[in-house]
């Protein structure tokens, strides 16, 4: 797709990924020790990058954005407490993004179907199916 075709939105959303990226801030050569988690200790590359990235992959990662969960009940009570604000957000992005969102069930599997409210007509005897594992 040329850039002058590309909806705004995907070069707002390009926007926010590059500012992600630029405000990892660069760990010091002191920083390079290895990351610990749990028995595991992860170590910075040191011959396979340049230094520049050895720095961005040392930064450690911040506790409070993804804790690190040991059982099943600590997952589930983790997804539970960030479900209730993500499940806030879905009808104004379905509004913005001028989507619709049918619950269903496939063969006993829960499945959300998210459709555009307009399909062009090259497209409207077109599928796209996402399926993760799990």
Known sequence: ????????????????????????????SADLAPLAIGSRSLPVPTGEVSSEMREIIAVKPDPNLRPLVKTGQEARTLADSLAGAANKRIPGLLARLNLTMTAATIDGVRVHIITPKTIPAENQHRVLAGLLPG
Request: hydrophobic share 55%; no cysteine; charged share 15%.
């Open 1 to 28: 797709m040329k850039s002058a075709n590309r909806p705004k939105r995907y070069t707002g959303f390009a926007a926010v990924i590059g500012l992600a990226i630029l405000a990892v801030v660069p760990a010091s």
